[in-house]
């Protein structure tokens, strides 16, 4: 039975950092690309990072390059996203998402309709 689940979020103060965790289980695919989405309460999901496969290739969104780093292990089809400098503004339930259909992640991932599995979330949130 295919599983993703989302661990580490919690209270932080702006400025700090929080180690999001993801653990798939059971994806009919063993190679997927994954990635992080986020959304906020009134706002449109946002895209965060993806990360292929082998682990050699990441993508992230403006707002979080060079404070987030996507990163896997991928014998065991685990997902991370340490987050650093944090800001208000990354408040949000944070999900995890695999493509089952590849390895890598496609030009279009930040639209979301590559990933066919989903978790639940974890709630980030940031005080100033």
């Known amino acids: 039975q295919a599983q993703m689940v989302e661990s580490g979020g919690g209270l932080v103060q702006a400025g700090g950092s929080l180690r999001l965790s993801c653990a798939a289980s059971g994806l009919p695919f063993h190679r997927p690309a994954m990635s992080w989405f986020r959304q906020a309460p009134g706002k449109e999901r946002e895209a965060v990072a993806c990360?292929?496969?082998?682990?050699?290739?990441?993508k992230y969104v403006e707002s979080v390059e060079g404070r987030f780093t996507v990163s896997n292990h991928n014998g065991i089809n685990m997902l991370y996203l340490q987050m650093n400098s944090l800001k208000p503004e990354d408040t949000a339930m944070y999900y995890c998402?695999?493509?089952?259909?590849?390895?890598?992640?496609?030009?279009?991932?930040?639209?979301?309709?590559?990933?066919?599995?989903w978790g639940r979330g974890t709630q980030v949130t940031v005080s100033s």
């Open positions: 998402a695999a493509d089952v259909t590849r390895p890598f992640c496609s030009d279009s991932w930040t639209k979301g309709d590559d990933f066919a599995y």
């Open positions: 990360i292929n496969w082998s682990g050699s290739n990441r």
